[in-house]
Every structure is written in C-alpha cells, then in structure tokens.
C-alpha cells in the first residue's frame, strides 16, 4: 500500500513508523525540513519537506498512485485543502483528515465532507478521542489504561499489580483453573519496562503491569480477584477548560450515569467560553495548582482530578496537588510519553496520551478488510487488534494451539454469534468469529497476513 502521510509531528512520525514497518511505501511531507529529515533517518519512509496542500508538492511525493492520504498537519484547514487537493487532481482512493476545531465537527455539518463537496472519508478528532479515553479511565478507576472492543461486549484493561494482590506469584495456568467461569486473559505484561505476550507457566509479581482482556460482565469480579476496587467516580475536577477539558465536561453532562463535575481554568477568557458553553458544570477561572482554588472546588471530596491543560509538566503537578490535597485518584493529560515512567513515583494513577489515542483511531480506520479495531500499546511497541475472521483467512476452522501464531500473539477474547466466550487452546475458530488479540509490533505483519485483510487481498 503506498500512502502518504502530511505532518512529520508525534502522531505523523507514529503512523509512519506502524506502516513502514509493515512492507508500506510511507511517503512523509512536512513543512519543517528539520522533522523530514527525523523522519528518513529513523525510518524506512521517504520526505519531501514543503507544504503538503501545494499540488506539486503532493505530486512529487507519488500522489498520482498513492492508495491513500493522511492529513495530521496542526492546521485544520490545511489539512481540509490536502484532502480536496489530492482528490480533485490526483483521485486519491482515501483519504483521512485530523480535526480539531469543534465546529467542523457539529453533525448539522456533516454533509461539508460529501464526495462533491470536500471529500474527506475518514474525520479524526483528537478531543474526542481524549474524551472518550477520560470516559473509559474513570469506569474503571483502579486501571491505568483502558480500551472497549466487540461493540462494548470486552474491555481490555491495564493494571499495576501490589503487594496486596491476592494473585502474586501464580503460574498464569493454575490462575486460570482456580477462576475458570471468569472470561479473562492476560494478554500483555510490562515488568522492568520490558512489555512481552505472557506464557501459560508464567508467573505475576508485584509491580507488574498486567494488560488484561475480560468480557464486560466479568470486569467487576476480576478486579476484585486482582486486588482492584470497581468504585464508581461520581465528583469530577477538571483542571483545564480549553478545547480538551471542554470536551470532556460536555462528554460527562451526557452520560448516563450522574457525574458532577467542576473546571479549573486559568484563562479568563477560556473559562468564560467553557462556562457558556456548559449547563451543569461549574466553571471556576484561576490556576489549578492554587491550594485555596482547589479547596473551593471540594477536591478532598472528588472521587477522581482530570489534569488536561496543553502543558504535561503542569498535569503532573497538578496531579500531584490533587491528590495531596485528598482527591483519591488523578489522571493526567501526557503528549511526551518519555514522562510517563515519572507517574508511579509521583502517585498519579492513569494517564491518557492524546498522541496515542489518535494514533489508534487513525490506525483503525488503516486496517482494511475486516478488521474493526486498533489500539497502540506504549509507545507503538504493541497491538490490540479486534477482527472478523475471512472464510478464506488461513485460521478459520483451526483450533487456537494449530494456529502459527509468532511467539508474541496471544487470543484475548473470542465472540461467536454475538457471545463473547474465553478462548482455550481447543477451541476452534470459525468463520465469522471475532477475535481480540495482542501482538507485538514486529509480528503484526504476519498477524495481518493470517487474517487475509490486507489492501492487497481486497
């Protein structure tokens, strides 16, 4: 597949690093020579450095033949010109935009990205995105990373693992027999910062981070079995009212379940925004880290703090404020992943990296065939991957233990007509079947091969 990707950011430099090293011909186009040039040493891609939305930039970079074009410049609009650009001239097949202003994302205007008029066929919202990943953070307080698959049916959750743990030092094999109704598989651990797919004579210990995959219904007794607390978070702070904290106050107004929430926002002019544009939460505006401001906002009472000011540094501190001040669990906001080893020693409970959230959700949307979800372990060292097995995909009708799947696989989930079940070495997997499974970056490839849902087979 040739694709060219505009913008050699995080997110753009993250995309180009899965695709090139999946046999992709990557293409990266930026303005600044200097991350073009990141780009080609620390990649197998080629760059041009100019601007993506001029017509012979896209031209020398091979738009004529590209099966697809990835517009994640920091300007909207100049990534809505990329995408009219390379299709009115060049018929590019696909082409995906990353959005942040809001309001080209109110549904009312949904026919502006139509063929005829401006043909984008995938829009990314990074807010969105972060608001959906604040959302699933504070269901499941005691998890420091969270992702839904098979249509909200299983959860993929990350844990870190205490000396409390009542499972400490058990063979994953035997853990399986003592809790063998619970529809549950370790997927993933992290243990000395080295992530690898767990085998079954494996044994936990603490300070493990455990990525577990776990069918809905069973997502409240296996963080009991793992020593995790399933509280709801009913009081919300958020410290930071800009686009990001805007978003994810007007996500939790609609949720079902009541959650009061209140913002800190420094800027007064953006505090005042927030607070127009939000019926039930009250919007306070001086700084976050101020100790009298958060007593106003009853921080000692809130059961959760989002830290979602542009600034990670701030987050942390933030965080940490928080939490001294008696607020039982924060999350921050973290664009620089090379932090986020700073976390557990700072007492902050869960992140969310707005970069890896995009990158997921454009990741998703890449996959073609029958795959309908991605979402990026650390920092692009893994995949969770839900996917429809093809009739003619090389695993359908075979048992899990005759599959040849590469040392870093592993089945996490298994849904047969709509029922999600816990795959066994026995068990066969047929057509039309869903799988969720976790592998790591160096085999996706032949992940993708065995399930036949590459460009090329469609």
Avoid at 54 to 66: E, F, H, M, Q
Avoid at 161 to 185: G, H, W, Y
Avoid at 197 to 206: H, N
Avoid at 277 to 294: F, H, K, M, P, Q
Wanted: one cysteine or more.
């Amino acid at each position: 597949m040739k694709v060219i990707i505009c913008g050699a950011g995080q997110v753009g430099w993250q995309i180009a690093r899965h695709l090139s090293g999946e046999a992709n011909d990557v293409t990266v186009i930026d303005s600044n020579p200097d991350l073009v040039r990141r780009a080609m040493d620390t990649l197998d891609v080629q760059g041009f450095a100019g601007f993506a939305s001029y017509p012979d930039i896209l031209d020398k970079a091979g738009a004529r033949d590209a099966d697809m074009v990835i517009a994640a410049t920091h300007s909207d609009e100049v990534n809505m010109v990329i995408c009219q650009v390379a299709h009115s001239i060049f018929s590019v097949p696909r082409k995906i935009a990353r959005l942040r202003s809001q309001s080209y994302l109110t549904a009312i205007y949904s026919d502006l990205y139509r063929r005829d008029h401006l043909p984008i066929d995938v829009v990314i919202s990074p807010e969105r995105e972060v608001a959906e990943a604040a959302l699933r953070r504070l269901s499941a307080p005691s998890a420091f990373d969270i992702e839904t698959f098979m249509g909200g049916k299983a959860q993929v959750l990350g844990i870190r693992l205490e000396a409390d743990c009542p499972v400490i030092n058990t063979p994953l094999r035997q853990l399986s027999d003592l809790f063998s109704t619970l529809k549950v598989i370790v997927i993933g651990v992290r243990r000395k910062g080295r992530l690898f797919a767990p085998d079954a004579g494996d044994q936990l210990f603490v300070g493990d981070e455990c990525y577990l995959c776990i069918a809905r219904e069973d997502v409240p007794r296996t963080l009991e079995v793992f020593g995790k607390s399933s509280a709801k978070q009913e009081r919300v702070v958020l410290i930071g009212g800009g686009n990001v904290g805007l978003t994810v106050a007007q996500a939790l107004e609609k949720h079902e379940t009541r959650i009061r929430a209140k913002v800190i926002e420094r800027n007064r002019t953006t505090a005042e925004h927030a607070a127009d544009a939000l019926e039930r939460t009250i919007v306070l505006n001086g700084d976050g880290l101020d100790v009298a401001l958060l007593a106003e906002a009853n921080i000692e009472r809130a059961d959760a703090v989002l830290c979602v000011t542009d600034d990670d540094k701030t987050n942390l501190l933030a965080a940490v404020r928080a939490k001294s001040e008696g607020c039982k669990m924060a999350i921050a906001l973290i664009n620089d992943p090379t932090l986020i080893p700073l976390m557990a020693p700072m007492g902050i409970d869960a992140y969310i990296n707005p970069r890896a959230t995009t990158v997921s959700s454009i990741l998703r949307h890449i996959r073609h065939g029958r795959v309908k979800g991605v979402y990026s372990i650390g920092d692009a060292e893994a995949e969770i991957i839900e996917a429809e097995v093809l009739s003619t995909s090389p695993i359908s009708g075979q048992a899990i233990r005759d599959i040849p799947f590469p040392e870093g696989v592993l089945i996490g989930a298994l849904m047969k007509n709509g029922e999600v079940i816990k795959p066994y070495g026995g068990t066969r997997v047929e057509e039309g079947d869903v799988i969720v499974l976790f592998a790591m970056a160096a085999d996706v490839p032949e992940v993708e091969r065995l399930l036949q849902v590459t460009i090329d087979f469609f």
